[in-house]
Each structure stands twice: as C-alpha cells, then as structure tokens.
C-alpha cells in the first residue's frame, strides 16, 4: 500500500485527490494539510511514501515545506501539485527536491501513475519535460560552475548517470544496459548517495555539467555492450 500525504489550501481538492487515490486499492491517503506548516507536522507524523504538495498555500507556502520536509527527510518523495507549469516556482521546488510536478486540471490517471512512479523512485518527467527543466537550471547559476567529473562513481555508475540525463527510464536504462531493473535502482541510488543528490533531476543536470550528456541530451559516454 502507498502511503500518501495531500497538501492544499483549498477543501475541494483534497478530497477529489483522497477519492481518487483511494479508488485505486493499493494507495492510502494517510493526512490531509490545508497549509505548509501542517504539512511538515503530518509527514513527521505518518511518514508517508509520496507527498503531493501545493506550492501555493497560507502561512508557510509549499516551496518552504519542501525544504522543511527534505531537511527532516532526505528521501522523501515530493510531487509538486501547480495551477500552471509554467509557474516559476515549479523550478525552485524542483532545485528544492521535488521529484515532479502534476498540473491540476490533467487527467486523473496522470495522478494515479505519478503517484506511483514517485513511490517506486522512477523518473516523473517526460524527456520533453525535462529537457526544459535541465535548460533553465543550466541557464541558471550551473552554468557559472566549471564543469567537472562526478567524483567516486564507478564506471556503470557514470553510465547509468549519463542515460539518466537523457530522460530515460529506469525500464529503459535498463535495457539499454541489458541489466535488470533492480541493478539499476542500486546503482542510481548509489550515485544519488556518493554526490549528496536529492531526485533524478538534480542528477540529469550534474550529468549536464560534467559533460556525460552532451547539449542534443545524448550519453557522451556510451554505454558497454
């Protein structure tokens, strides 16, 4: 069963987010918040696996829970719940650690799979997607940063990260590798570890700046048969 925490300002949302949640039969909705700050309180409390955030919201506003939250949890899985994707703080949440972001009038399915992409730790983002989100981080203060190799990464640790910065899936990373799935949650997990990394995004754009994905979103270093 996935655990899941809802925060949003507004009554209505909450309770179309907890039935459709709840109809799936593996998803339990395990707190409701109406701001930033009982947020944090109930994730301290329930420990939920994925928290879906509204980043505006009174008193504490999302972006700020975010980082309440991350700082108590490293690993906590943040999905980003946003009127419009074009909102500038989608960005900020997402340098914060947010793992994704949903736009509230998609489709209810989208949801339900967000959901459970989050709790599996695959990657939320469509290659589209993150391409833009990459591009405007590196437009940012990354590309004021030297680029430089990631630092105590094994070799198909480097690889695995490359193919992370293309957008690809965990399914496909695997493939791609002709290894299993699970390898390669382990060795994106270690990666993550080694460079104090919060989600994939953060890790696409490292892979970005140290030059393992060139600027087509192509693995520079290409993977071993």
Do not use: W
């Amino acid at each position: 069963m996935i655990r899941v925490l809802v925060a949003d300002d507004q009554a209505l949302v909450r309770a179309g987010v907890r039935m459709l949640l709840q109809a799936t039969g593996d998803m339990e909705v395990v707190g409701e918040a109406e701001d930033g700050a009982e947020a944090v309180r109930l994730a301290e409390r329930h420990l939920p696996d994925v928290i879906l955030m509204d980043l505006r919201m009174p008193r504490v506003d999302g972006l700020e829970a975010i980082k309440r939250v991350l700082a108590a949890r490293p690993g906590s899985r943040i999905v980003v719940l946003t009127t419009f994707a074009e909102d500038g703080n989608v960005y900020a949440a997402l340098r914060a650690g947010a793992v994704g972001f949903l736009v509230k009038d998609d489709e209810p399915e989208r949801m339900v799979d967000a959901v459970r992409r989050a709790a599996a730790g695959e990657q939320l983002l469509a290659p589209s997607v993150l391409r833009r989100v990459v591009e405007r981080f590196l437009d940012a203060e990354e590309r004021a940063a030297p680029p430089a190799t990631p630092m105590g990464l094994t070799e198909r640790e480097l690889e695995v990260l490359a193919l992370v910065g293309t957008g690809l899936s965990n399914a496909e990373i695997a493939e791609e590798l002709h290894v299993g799935v699970t390898t390669v949650k382990t060795h994106i997990a270690a990666a993550m570890d080694k460079l104090g990394l919060r989600n994939r995004i953060q890790a696409a754009v490292v892979a970005h700046r140290s030059g393992l994905v060139d600027a087509s979103f192509r693995p520079v270093r290409p993977p071993r048969a």
